[in-house]
T-cell receptor, first 115, second 114 residues
């Protein structure tokens, strides 16, 4: 079956512009996560959605970052007024979220470069 | 806060050599532990996991044992192949409950030559 997909795969933007990144989770997965991977660093948690519950936004680095998800479908991560330090690979993951042993399945990521 | 520390790479080995990638963690409570692998040009994939002390996760010839007494989850393989060349990430799920974001180490790059 289809895995987690993300678009675009690469995005180059100018400092100060807004960008929108998209994630399509695996069908039936109620949990969706966004992570960021900066060069030479591990993955940093950004935001977590579970069904229709209020999202856990505790990892968002600033108010320029926001994300939405409608029900258990597509999610978009928006970065406003991008800065050079926002350059990273943005990864989305989804899981069934019925037990702690449920695996998080990752998408291929969106590589964002802010010039 | 909770954290994961793994050995820095790159690790360069010849085919059929033994591999150990060290991973230690700091966590309150009893986390679940994971190894993810990222092959060149591909996304992160779960390699193996262990959910309680003394559990051993295994997959594709790789093994890791959850050691509570040393707070470690070292990744081992007895004989590596060129196809094992990838970046390996150790991670934990801090609260051992569903819906918890993973905390990752910085990754270790493994390069295996024939």
């Amino acid at each position: 079956g289809a895995g987690v997909s993300q678009s675009p795969s690469n995005k180059v933007t100018e400092k100060g512009k807004d960008v929108e990144l998209r994630c399509d989770p695996i069908s039936g997965h109620t949990a969706l996560y966004w992570y960021r991977q900066r060069l030479g660093q591990g993955l940093e948690f950004l935001i977590y959605f579970q069904g229709n519950s209020a999202p856990d936004k505790s990892g968002l680095p600033s108010d320029r970052f926001s994300a939405e998800r409608t029900g258990e479908s597509v999610s978009t991560l928006t970065i406003q007024r991008t800065q050079q330090e926002d350059s990273a690979v943005y990864l989305c993951a989804s899981s069934l979220n019925r037990a702690v042993t449920d695996t998080q399945y990752f998408g291929p990521g969106t590589r964002l470069t802010v010039l | 806060g909770d954290s994961v520390t793994q050995m820095e790479g790159p690790v360069t080995l010849s085919e059929e050599a033994c591999l150990t990638i060290n991973c230690t963690y700091t966590a309150t409570g009893y986390p679940s532990l994971f190894w993810y692998v990222q092959y060149p040009g591909e996304g992160l994939q779960l390699l193996l996991k262990a959910t309680k002390a003394d559990d051993k996760g295994s997959n594709k010839g790789f093994e890791a044992t959850y050691r509570k007494e040393t707070t470690s989850f070292h990744l081992e393989k007895g004989s590596v192949q060129v196809s094992d060349s990838a970046v390996y990430f150790c991670a934990l799920s801090p609260l051992n409950q569903a819906g918890t974001a993973l905390i990752f180490g910085k990754g270790t790059t493994l390069s295996v030559s024939s």
